[in-house]
């Protein structure tokens, strides 16, 4: 009789690994078939919960006995498992903490880590397995394989499920495209979890892991994840009740999907259509005429360009950071301003539609040219409002008129209007084009109709068609109208005359309709309409025989179904904006963002701050009234008081999120929420109390190569003193700025001083070494100026006071350089002084000498009272000092503006431009200091009302 012993663990790790060989090879040939071909997880290992526990135990054995090393070249494919299963754990923080706790006798080292790595590219050239895809797989390159592998980590599953449900009327038609599914995930994760949009940066994967979770049920298996796997997918969802309803909600929608008639067969063709004749999109512009005081007053209503996320990301992320400017229009959009819906844009000049109607400030010429692409104006010669009593006038796309209504049309001054007697001209406050008024008769005689046609009108009469039944979330009472994917599209046909059969055509596809008998209307529900804007034409024929067809068009719009955002409300009583839009939690607390709120004036709200850790655990809050609205200045007032409340600053560095509400019972809600991010270099102060100081520890998840750590002290704030990285950095008593550094992963941290050793060390100013005048030397100062504007607050105040006091150290360390002499030296005088203390006199007169120096700085002393936001000081500092920079060679006097007080206000802010035009003006600075002395006049004199720079 044989003699059974106990296996050893490579007899274990050989057993299991012949065991997962022949299930993942056998996956592996199943998703080939697939169309497109779909990649193999290895949490898909279809073991046992005893298999497994044995797999883990195996592995933990094989790193105590040392056998890891060897067994890599044979029976790896139990440690690929393993880790799979330790990133299915993974809760979103740091993974090789985890991956030790869970792996006893296994050392952390680059070296392990990268063998681990190299199993998991194996196991996706052998196996066919997922390989990690996007910018987040790009910067954690190790941990992103075992967290791919884990399809879906538990710590997002519940965001996951939410966003399915709350977008399942917008998902329905990509169920048979996983890869264009996972483009829409993508784009609308960015509205939940920084950590759930990372994850979905991975759109291959997510919609994969989407399908699979929404068409798989107890009579069918997914074609894209193993059953075993989704049932527990699943299981961990329904052990939590809100998850489990998102989860139930989403995938009745998905069971209730089937085909529709009305469905473009082809996608190609349509796109292929659409390139001959641009309909009007979701993003356009709509224009609006208003009569006052009987002139008509031209507006635009600015589209909300959030839809653009998903198809043009890179355009959405410039959105956020950049000022927009509007063709014809004096006002300037505010940073953000477009992912919100804004108040009307008047018009000073008519925009001409062959220009771009937006443009963003500073953005790159390819997302300026895309913009343009995006957002349009209709063409001319004419655009035609349609009138209502009390109401501005919409404009009617199609640009024809019907019998019996009222109309303003607006055309080029050069252009004759219309040869008819109930043409009447009207007063237009804008300039480039005339306007008039159409008082179109009941009966139109067929004089009147050549009439409009010749002059580049048209008039319907015979067909119209309107949307019924549940109200579209948009109609213009003429020939658009806007519904939700999702919603019913319903249109009511009415002829004048009872056609036996009308003819259909929904972007040039036609359908036939029979129309009921002695009937004039006909009632459809257009269903399956996809996302975009669709030309419906019906035509009727020639009912009266006299060789005219009878035909109406719609232009329907479906847009992305719209899910309350943070930031907007559950009533219209309230609205809160923030700039930039969805900012995270340290340029919150940094006060490089701002909350605007509006609501019904005079109102009392209640605003409540709170802050959590990565879990979701509340640490701490706080309450309190305040007066709506409030204004992006208000707000920068209010929380600089709201930093110091204790509980929020004790629990600042530790806090991952911070979550805003603001409510009034019967007006309504509005939230948003402020995360920390997930980045592969993120520093975390505590405070020793015993001791007193702080000290920093570097959480690096960047699995690259070694971090260079450099500190920067108060004192000397420009000079690095290297630092090691795995090492705890203990904070002088000063403070300083500690700047870590791998790759392209960056991140600064602000080290606040220890309270009492600064009061008995005194005040000492940040010493800036005396430089040669030169663009190297300017470019220098301006790069630091923005290391230490960047780097991120400690929640003790007094980190605040250090920062500033080093900035304002190197602006006037740039202006010193700039300008030497007698101007230097009153640079020198006027440190720390109180605003009120400043001598602006002796400031205007230092300015320059020459007649035209002295009437720049006459303008600038006389406007400084008028200047009392950024913009205007742009504007009017410009027309100040235009003289002085024509003659320096700045032609562009509003950019030459901005870049002086820039420097003048907040140097760092110039490394935002593009390099080749920033230096080109600074040569003229360096050329004729006169400018930077105005420049820093007219900051002198406008300190309180632009703090922290001209933006």
Request: glycine share 8%; hydrophobic share 40%; net charge negative.
């Amino acid at each position: 009789m044989a003699e059974v012993s106990r296996a050893s663990t490579s007899e274990t790790l050989e057993y299991l690994h012949g065991e997962l060989d022949v299930h993942f090879s056998a996956l592996y040939k199943r998703r080939q078939l697939l169309d497109p071909p779909a990649p193999v997880f290895a949490l898909e290992h279809r073991l046992t919960d005893n298999d497994l526990e044995l797999l883990q135990e195996a592995v933990r054995s094989a790193h105590r006995e040392g056998l890891h090393a060897r067994a890599s070249g044979h029976s790896w494919l139990p440690f690929v498992v393993h880790a799979a299963e330790v990133g299915y754990i993974y809760d979103g923080g740091e993974y090789w903490p985890i991956y030790a706790k869970a792996t006893q006798g296994w050392v952390d080292s680059e070296y392990e880590r990268d063998r681990i790595r190299t199993w998991f590219r194996k196991f996706a050239r052998e196996y066919g397995g997922a390989i990690p895809q996007g910018a987040w797989a790009n910067t954690f390159r190790k941990i992103a394989w075992p967290i791919t592998h884990a399809v879906l980590p538990r710590y997002l599953q519940v965001q996951l499920a939410k966003m399915l449900s709350d977008y399942r009327t917008g998902w329905p038609e990509f169920l048979d495209d996983p890869h264009e599914l996972g483009v829409r995930l993508h784009s609308w994760s960015r509205r939940y979890s920084d950590r759930l949009e990372k994850f979905c940066q991975n759109t291959a994967l997510v919609g994969h892991v989407a399908v699979a979770l929404l068409l798989s049920g107890e009579d069918e298996d997914s074609p894209y994840i193993a059953s075993t796997t989704l049932a527990r997918l699943v299981e961990s969802l329904n052990s939590e009740r809100q998850s489990r309803r998102w989860l139930h909600d989403a995938r009745r929608s998905a069971s209730t999907v089937r085909t529709h008639n009305f469905r473009p067969a082809a996608r190609a063709g349509r796109q292929g259509d659409r390139q001959q004749k641009r309909l009007p999109a979701a993003t356009d512009p709509k224009l609006q005429v208003k009569r006052e005081g009987g002139v008509w007053k031209a507006y635009a209503v600015l589209p909300d360009l959030k839809s653009l996320q998903h198809t043009l990301p890179i355009v959405y992320d410039e959105l956020r950071k950049y000022r927009a400017v509007v063709a014809g229009a004096r006002q300037v959009i505010p940073t953000g301003g477009l992912l919100f819906a804004t108040a009307p844009v008047e018009f000073s000049s008519w925009p001409a539609p062959t220009e771009p109607f937006l443009r963003l400030q500073r953005a790159s010429q390819e997302v300026n040219l895309l913009i343009a692409d995006q957002c349009r104006i209709t063409s001319g010669p004419w655009w035609v409002f349609r009138r209502a009593p009390g109401e501005p006038g919409v404009e009617v796309k199609g640009k024809f008129v019907r019998p019996g209504v009222r109309y303003c049309i607006v055309g080029a001054t050069e252009l004759a209007p219309p040869d008819v007697a109930w043409c009447q001209a009207a007063d237009v406050a804008v300039e480039g084009v005339s306007a008039y008024d159409l008082a179109v008769p009941t009966v139109l005689s067929e004089i009147d109709a050549k009439a409009l046609v010749l002059a580049g009108l048209s008039v319907v009469s015979d067909v119209s068609i309107r949307p019924v039944g549940v109200v579209a979330s948009s109609w213009d009472g003429e020939g658009a109208v806007e519904w939700l994917a999702g919603e019913p599209a319903l249109i009511a046909v009415h002829a004048q005359h009872s056609p036996p059969k009308a003819r259909l055509s929904i972007n040039g596809e036609p359908h036939y309709v029979e129309w009921p008998t002695h009937e004039t209307e006909v009632f459809l529900i257009l269903d399956g309409l996809e996302v975009g804007t669709h030309e419906i034409v019906v035509s009727i024929g020639d009912p009266d025989g006299d060789g005219r067809k009878a035909e109406g068009s719609l232009v329907a719009t479906i847009r992305d179904p719209q899910v309350h955002d943070e930031g907007s409300t559950a009533g219209e009583g309230l609205r809160l904006r923030t700039l930039p839009a969805q900012p995270s939690l340290p340029e919150l607390w940094d006060g490089h963002a701002v909350v605007e709120l509006d609501g019904p004036d005079g109102t009392i709200a209640d605003l409540r701050i709170t802050l959590c850790d990565g879990y979701g655990i509340e640490l701490s809050s706080f309450q309190r009234s305040l007066r709506l609205p409030i204004t992006g200045n208000d707000w920068r007032r209010l929380f600089s008081q709201l930093r110091h409340v204790p509980d929020l600053a004790k629990h600042y560095d530790e806090a991952d999120v911070a979550h805003l509400a603001v409510s009034r019972a019967g007006i309504g809600f509005a939230t948003v929420s402020c995360e920390r991010g997930f980045r592969g270099l993120r520093w975390v102060l505590s405070a020793r109390h015993r001791e007193g100081d702080y000290v920093a520890r570097l959480i690096d998840r960047t699995d690259a190569n070694s971090v260079s750590i450099k500190f920067f002290s108060v004192e000397r704030p420009l000079t690095a003193e290297e630092r090691p990285s795995d090492q705890v950095f203990v904070a002088p008593p000063r403070g300083g700025l500690l700047w870590a550094t791998n790759g392209e992963q960056v991140v600064g941290q602000i080290v606040p001083p220890e309270p009492n050793q600064l009061l008995r060390l005194g005040v000492v100013r940040p010493s800036i070494p005396t430089a040669q005048k030169s663009l190297a030397e300017v470019s220098t100062l301006i790069q630091h100026h923005r290391m230490w504007k960047d780097a991120e607050l400690p929640a003790h105040p007094f980190g605040a006071h250090e920062r500033q006091l080093v900035l304002d150290a190197i602006t006037t360390a740039t202006a010193v350089m700039l300008a030497p002499g007698q101007w230097a030296t009153f640079e020198h005088r006027v440190v720390g002084l109180a605003v009120d203390d400043i001598d602006l006199n002796r400031a205007q007169t230092l300015v320059g000498d020459s007649p035209s120096q002295r009437k720049a700085a006459h303008a600038i002393a006389d406007n400084l009272w008028r200047w009392s936001t950024p913009e205007v000081l742009i504007q009017g500092f410009g027309g100040a000092v235009s003289g002085l920079m024509e003659a320096a060679g700045i032609t562009n006097t509003m950019k030459g503006s901005r870049l002086l007080l820039q420097l003048a206000s907040s140097p760092g802010d110039l490394l935002d431009w593009d390099e080749t035009e920033r230096n080109r003006y600074l040569r003229c600075v360096l050329t004729d200091p006169v400018l930077i002395r105005a420049a820093r006049f007219a900051v002198l004199g406008t300190i309180e009302e632009i703090t922290g720079g001209v933006g």
